[in-house]
């Protein structure tokens, strides 16, 4: 097919792939549906995407870009429909600037949260970024572009970024903010610009390619202390945010409060215990004693929460006093930990030590978390963290922690809430009923993603080998997200599956924007039906 | 004309002029340009406004949308170009909704600065608003689509608002974020929303008419205390800003910082000394002895610049600490005073005694600009900001501190800088050489908007009712854009004479943008080349 023989000549011929190996492999996906695409290009530069773009509106392929592809639990590397071009942009992975001063750092799509870490420590540079729990092979622009979150107070990727360069449709090129003047000074530090700011066109959309981006470093703190709350009841949760609230606003809690339920934590420690349960109805309502042994013996509370203070050491001392007064009055609080350099140094001896002599312990097990979670709010990347997304995999992962290699299916539904207790109570109810009714654990978190907006991200967790249990984890997507829309709780992010949903509920704003597309993207070249729907 | 008729029957004849008063009083600038409408129309409701947007189309009459039109020193309430409707929202004033415990307010464009303040004090919220320097009578909504900046931790105010309800040109009614869903639940609290964001896209631009958002507000602190620092000399104000940018970056200072030069100081506390001083040089230049005499006689230094600290008082007594810690170096430095509520009040009692016993004195003006900034920065506006927009008007002010009513001029070129000593070297010395060439005295404001960048507020004041200075001020104000363009300085806002010049600078980008203009505004209705070109 003379489209292939072009791409050849664009990115050379090892980087571009139709194979039945490589097809099978990028169709792979963690959620409940998967599409095939045509194949694969590699381009290792901007021109050469440019190129492909143009090359692609003459053969009319619509190309899916992709940065890293690890959106788990989100729609993966999957286009929207079968028959597109995946345009990986992995290649493209040079760290072209890292400014100390001010603070900032300039990269390509393919620079990996794990690349940019080690840069950072390699070159001992006083800064730290910010990571999801995505682990260290994913992408920064492909996750600021699906505005994830992280831990630190630069949690908001997407508002951390700025100065993207984009090729559009055409295959001319624009950038964002102050990018597009000549030799401008501001466009690393400022994200507006002047007239339309377009950052937010370009994020959760399909009217461009980002192909560079300034993400904003954190100098390190002087001082940090991690904590960590946990509750021995359900109904805590709702107090505990309306104290983070008033944490927040006021100014003193600066990272981001990540709450884990108990499912979740469980999830994170073990696997489902296949040997004892049928898994077709949720483990807490078909065997509640078992899954109440199960929480016992990992050590898993109602809830866990953690997070961090940094400033000055004075600074951090009196944050602590403000953040231990507002939560003292949260009903159900079990303990309140200060971990601070001193404390985690030691209980990390501790830990060398038990991973000696008792390896299993559950000690060992809250020492090992301490340390995770700690990695997040210090901005530290980790594959630990990806071992949470296997809980009903019957493959349990050996030197692969990539849920596709387990077979691990992931379907997450991710409302943004008020901060408020009625809120929480509203989303987990209509929540939970819809997991058990399509008989499936309850695991959420909810994370205070600015000062008065949570996300809960709510896991259904489903044997991806199954087909019934896929099925069935299809079903139970559609129908929460359908319920949550209907009750006015509309998901931040999600898989190009759900998108039908999110339209039918909003036809005039998307068809706007369906209109704008088609002025960019008359063809339709670029991700069709990704976030914007095509126009009627 | 028919056009006028159909109109009256939307709005009420009450609410359509096309008097020559009128238009001569809606035609005023404070800038070097002025435009000339047709007429103006009040709308009440946003019913209205998309019901003249209809007709506009149907008569090929451009509209001009201003909340409350005070937009001194960037074109005020004048369209780019003559024969415009204006569309005055100033009616649509409706305070719709105030959440203390999210702390956010929905408000129409009418709503001023002082309106909101009120309406918070008198219902005894525990909430307070970002000001602007723009007085009480400043539009709330007018100033966030600019992008205008504050003085608080939410001193930037596009960032700190969501949720537009926007009717577009072809009388269609869209919100943005989470504003689109049915019975939306975070639509107030969440910026993003799901797909791509367009609250960018709606700021700076002229693809619709805003008639509603949400402002974020905080609560009230428990502690407050401001901080003055003066400098002894010019070159101080670089090293002030980086040890500013270390606070910022590490997350003690959350407010804005405001410097002010000692030529903006002069012009606050008195007027251009028209009996001793030509004018057509800058004074300082002219007669550098009575520029010295009248620092001296009115108190100001090289330098003055003002920041507050918020918190718990530990916390706030932590910050304090810091901020002495990374001031104490800075060359020049004179002062640094910090001002709890217990010096506050008492320098109030002694300001009341002054204003009987030595009305004149200058100690008594140092007491009043201390209130004057402390206001700013507990968000109550002001209108003794004003007064320093009249320093080159002939009529000094009287009953109106309005600058159109004593036609002072101001031209403002603000760029936008990196927070670094050498960029506000470079910034400062190529625009006080072209305010010098052209015979205006260099006054300028630096501000620290974000953690790492800084808007210089740069103003020429000229007499308006001088034909001859007003041209000079037009020149000066075309050669400092293109000169800081030239070197990659780019302002952050602007008249819509400037724009031309933006334009030029990042020509494939522009085209991008009137492109999108033209998909939904295909007539051209809404506020033609108000930051977005036409296209060609």
């Not at 090129?173 to 401008?184: A, D, E, H, K, L």
């Not at 904003?216 to 949760?237: N, R, S, Y």
């Not at 601070?340 to 038990?354: I, N, Y």
């Not at 109570?425 to 909810?446: C, D, N, P, W």
Request: proline share 6%; with cysteine; glycine share 8%.
């Amino acid at each position: 097919m003379a489209f292939f023989d072009e791409l050849a000549r664009i990115v050379g011929d090892s980087n571009v792939c139709k194979d039945a190996g490589t097809i099978e492999r990028l169709a792979r996906s963690t959620g409940p549906r998967q599409t095939t695409p045509v194949g694969v290009a590699r381009p290792a530069k901007r021109e050469e995407v440019q190129a492909i773009v143009r090359l692609a509106g003459q053969f009319h392929i619509p190309l899916f870009p992709i940065s890293s592809g690890k959106n788990w639990g989100y729609g993966d590397a999957c286009a929207p429909t079968d028959g597109n071009l995946i345009l990986d942009l992995s290649r493209m992975n040079r760290i072209i600037e890292v400014n100390p001063d001010l603070a900032y750092t300039v990269v390509e799509p393919g620079v990996t949260q794990g690349q940019l870490f080690d840069f950072l420590e390699d070159n001992h540079l006083p800064l730290m970024m910010d990571v999801t729990g995505a682990g260290r092979s994913a992408s920064i622009i492909g996750n600021l572009l699906e505005r994830g979150s992280g831990h630190t107070p630069y949690g908001d990727h997407f508002a951390t970024s700025c100065n993207y360069e984009i090729v559009m449709a055409d295959g001319s090129v624009i950038q964002t903010g102050f990018g597009p003047y000549r030799n401008s000074q501001a466009q690393h530090v400022y994200k507006w610009g002047v007239g339309p700011s377009l950052d937010g066109l370009f994020s959760q959309s399909n009217v461009g390619i980002v192909t560079r981006a300034t993400i904003w470093l954190m100098p390190k703190p002087e001082k940090f202390v991690m904590f960590i709350a946990t509750l021995k009841t359900k109904d805590g949760i709702g107090p505990l945010f309306e104290a983070i609230r008033r944490l927040r606003l006021a100014g003193t809690l600066r990272s981001t409060l990540h709450c884990f339920n108990d499912r979740r934590l469980l999830g994170s420690a073990t696997g489902f215990p296949w040997d004892r349960a049928s898994g077709e109805q949720a483990l807490e309502l078909e065997h509640p004693d078992l899954f109440r042994q199960m929480c016992k013996e990992y050590g898993v509370p109602a809830w866990a929460a953690t997070g961090s203070l940094q400033g000055s050491a004075v600074e951090v001392a009196a944050s602590r006093k403000a953040v231990r007064h507002e939560l003292k009055d949260v009903p159900g609080l079990d303990r309140l930990l200060f971990i601070g350099d001193g404390t985690f140094a030691f209980t990390q001896t501790l830990a060398r030590s038990l991973r000696r002599i008792a390896p299993t312990s559950l000690l060992l097990r809250r020492l090992e978390s301490i340390k995770l979670g700690r990695d997040m709010l210090l901005g530290r990347p980790s594959d630990a963290t990806l071992k949470g997304s296997h809980w009903r995999a019957r493959i349990q992962p050996t030197d692969s922690v990539d849920p596709l290699d387990t077979k691990s299916g992931l379907a997450w539904i991710s409302p943004i809430l008020p901060m408020t207790a009625a809120a929480i109570a509203e989303v987990s109810r209509l929540s939970e009923q819809t997991f058990h009714k399509h008989g499936f654990e309850y695991q959420a978190t909810i994370t205070s993603i600015t000062d008065r907006a949570l996300i809960a991200v709510q896991s259904i967790s489903f044997d991806r080998s199954s087909e019934t249990e896929t099925m069935r984890a299809g079903r139970c997507q559609e129908e929460l997200v359908q319920t949550l829309l209907d009750h006015g709780y509309v998901p931040y992010r999600g898989p190009s599956s759900i998108m039908r949903q999110v339209w039918a509920a909003a036809p005039i704003y998307w068809q706007t924007l369906a209109a704008l597309k088609h002025t960019w993207d008359p063809a339709g070249i670029v991700a069709p039906g990704r976030y914007i729907d095509q126009p009627t």
